[in-house]
């Protein structure tokens, strides 16, 4: 029973599980930000535009079958407007972040006789002892 005990604790306290907690608790949070950002910014905008912010209401009936598009509308509108908010808001800022950062200079390289991980100011591989130009 202590053994369960002290491996369900490092079970708990490791890292990639308190990292995975963080993100869907960040994810929750920011879901409720773009959903608030797009209800209380762009739908005003496209009501603006289009006369009409919810589209719920529209429908038809065939054969005494009702179809309500409306809400298909409400959905596709509200994926493609999420979808673009996330993209221009979140991926765009965070690939030219990205970016920046790759651009540093390595200061590791391979070498071309055993493939491992050296300096890149080695001369001589400490591996395998191959003579390496400078980089």
């Known amino acids: 029973m202590v053994s369960a005990l ?6 708990l306290v490791r890292g990639n599980l308190v990292e995975l907690a963080v993100a869907f608790v960040m ?3 920011f879901s409720a930000l773009v ?8 739908t ?7 006369g009409k912010p919810d589209f719920g209401s529209l429908s038809f009936t065939i054969n005494s079958s009702h179809f ?3 809400d ?5 509108f509200t994926f493609v407007t999420t979808a673009a908010a996330v993209f221009f808001f979140v991926v765009r800022p965070y690939n030219r972040f990205a970016a920046r950062g790759a651009k540093e200079v390595p200061d590791t390289r391979d070498c071309p006789e055993c ?21």
């Open 6 to 11: 002290a491996d369900f604790k490092k079970f």
């Open 27 to 29: 994810g929750v949070v």
């Open 35 to 42: 959903k608030a950002f797009i209800a209380d910014l762009i």
């Open 44 to 50: 005003p905008i496209i009501a603006l535009i289009v």
């Open 68 to 70: 309500l598009y409306g």
């Open 72 to 76: 298909f509308i409400n959905a596709m």
């Open 115 to 135: 493939t491992s991980t050296i300096p890149v100011r080695a001369t001589r591989c400490p591996q395998c002892t191959a003579q390496i130009g400078t980089a």
